[in-house]
């Protein structure tokens, strides 16, 4: 599972965020990988520009294609 939170969001506090991957990672029946991004200097609707829009769409699917191989 990867989240995907900003440090900058007016809407929801990253540290709730946190806290679920925390929860989530120390489950003792979660055998998948529980990974948290955090996206510096971006707010609640993600990024601004459009090469950072498709670098990160590209990291996230990137995360997909590795989950889905094995």
Do not use: C, W
């Not at 489950?27 to 498709?54: C, E, W």
């Amino acid at each position: 599972m990867l989240v995907v939170t900003s440090e900058n969001d007016d809407r929801v506090p990253p540290f709730h965020s946190y806290k679920f991957v925390a929860r989530l990672q120390t489950r003792a029946a979660q055998t998948n990988p529980v990974l948290l991004k955090v996206m510096k200097d971006v707010g609640h609707y993600g990024s601004f520009t459009q090469s950072s829009r498709i670098k990160d769409k590209a990291e996230i699917f990137g995360f997909i294609m590795n989950e889905l191989k094995e």
